[in-house]
């Protein structure tokens, strides 16, 4: 723990979350079901073997820790056989996959095999996915994807069939813990009961020279701060299982108390409390949720700036949600209702530049179309704004929910025979029902008077009878 103390205290300007990560099976916390004692894949990558892979699992669960227990296992593999290269499909396109499969095809004529880790390959399209297909048929790579969404939708059939699919399990309340107390020892902390916290602070104010010796004791190794054990298990229970939150709430608190070398030689270390705990973790908190309430707080902030003819704050939304991982086709989606709910007709072109969008996200994926959502996304705000059409649906909408009794009957000259006896019969059709026990016979003369002409020179009325005077749209036709 000395030794990772001080490779943590070299490495200070790198996430917590990053500085703790494994470097072998046996420092790797959780997912026992498969990295326990003679499970498949344990015994597999002790024997140097690294298969084809997707690790499914949720945030903060152990996929990329995992993968970074394989980087070292080809970096420590004595016959220089293993490559790991890196990529994450947030950043990387189709170029640069082909860039590194192309120098890994070199490396396989020295024997060389390389190991490519996808980071989120979820974000690559299925037509974009079909890169890896050929190279991972043939061995020029090993792919290890890691994704938190369900591979059957997400990934690409034929590739999904020639990789074992892996999955990875939210981490426990008792793995958390295992992580955030290696962290609090790495960080130069101490974990006490809050009692003992609470000795320990009023000791060190008072400088009790009964106690001085068990301070000192307490304090030895440099100690920057003590933490009780309730607000470790608070952190770890509040966090649902992904390690890199409850991380990331920690290093934030520590940062925000930890004093500095005088502060420390004065005062002494500082005392995390839960208080602590809980306003960091509202800091570092920058998880996008995709299925939770973030998610609809940044498309509700998009859609509501686009329709000020806010195009920077529009943009900034757009952005977040791109950055957070947010589904480009889903935006997309949005952006059509958009071009139809808040433009309309006051630029009818906004509807299919909105459409098209979508279809381009859908055929190139990220992250070439993050510029296409971007432009779309920009071309609405600054669009003249229209909600007549929104509001005359809304208003006919009201108009057919309000209604008393049965809806009104399409008047017999707007109808057409739906039938081919129908047609046959014309107006002559005569239809025989049961009506209360009765036998009725009514002739239905459809189409009898209907023409073509203009609705002010046909002296025809379209709307049901009782409904004749009914306008959705009032005088508002500023935007046809």
């Not at 426990?172 to 609470?198: Q, W």
């Amino acid at each position: 723990m000395e030794k990772e103390c001080k490779k943590l205290r070299g490495n200070e300007h790198i996430p917590l979350a990053e500085q703790m990560r494994p470097t072998s099976l046996l420092n790797f916390v959780g997912q026992k079901h498969i990295l326990g004692p003679h499970t498949m894949l344990t015994e597999l990558l002790q024997k140097g073997e690294v298969p084809n892979m997707i690790l499914w699992g949720p945030p903060g669960c152990g996929k990329t820790s995992l993968a970074n227990v394989i980087a070292h296992l080809c970096k420590s593999n004595t016959s220089h056989k293993l490559r790991y290269v890196k990529l994450s499909a947030a950043m990387a396109g189709v170029q640069e996959v082909k860039e590194v499969i192309s120098i890994a095809s070199n490396h396989t004529k020295y024997g060389q095999r390389t190991i490519v880790f996808m980071d989120e390959i979820h974000r690559f399209n299925k037509m974009q996915q079909d890169v890896f297909l050929p190279h991972v048929e043939s061995g020029t790579i090993t792919l290890i994807g890691a994704t938190t969404e369900n591979p059957s939708f997400s990934l690409n059939s034929a590739l999904l069939s020639r990789c074992r699919v892996i999955v990875l399990h939210k981490l426990s309340v008792a793995n958390l813990l295992s992580i955030l107390k290696r962290a609090v020892i790495s960080l130069r902390g101490v974990i006490h009961t809050l009692d003992e916290s609470k000795s320990i602070l009023d000791n060190i104010s008072e400088k009790n020279t009964l106690e001085e010796d068990k301070v000192e004791k307490e304090l030895s190794c440099n100690t920057k701060f003590i933490i009780d054990e309730p607000t470790i298990e608070w952190l770890a229970g509040t966090c649902d299982g992904d390690a890199r939150i409850a991380l990331g709430g920690l290093e934030m608190a520590v940062r925000c108390k930890s004093p500095n070398a005088e502060e420390l030689l004065n005062i002494g270390p500082a005392i995390i409390t839960l208080d602590d705990v809980k306003e960091s973790l509202k800091k570092s908190h920058m998880l996008y949720d995709k299925k939770g309430e973030q998610h609809y707080d940044m498309i509700s902030a998009l859609h509501k700036s686009v329709r000020a003819s806010d195009e920077n704050a529009s943009l900034y939304w757009l952005t977040r949600m791109i950055a957070g991982g947010e589904d480009p086709v889903y935006i997309a989606r949005r952006l059509v209702r958009m071009a139809s709910e808040d433009v309309g007709l006051a630029d009818p072109k906004a509807l299919g530049i909105a459409v098209h969008t979508m279809h381009g996200c859908k055929m190139i994926g990220m992250p070439e179309c993050d510029v296409l959502l971007a432009q779309c996304t920009t071309y609405l705000a600054r669009a003249p704004k229209s909600r007549l059409m929104e509001d005359a649906l809304r208003a006919a909408q009201k108009v057919i929910a309000e209604h008393n009794g049965p809806q009104p009957g399409v008047p017999l000259y707007l109808r057409n025979a739906p039938t081919k006896l129908m047609k046959t019969l014309g107006k002559n059709f005569i239809s025989h029902f049961n009506l209360l026990s009765i036998n009725r016979i009514i002739i239905l003369d459809y189409g009898k008077g209907y023409n073509m002409r203009h609705k002010d020179e046909s002296g025809l009325n379209y709307l049901p009878e009782g409904l004749e005077d009914l306008d959705f749209f009032g005088d508002d036709e500023d935007a046809i």
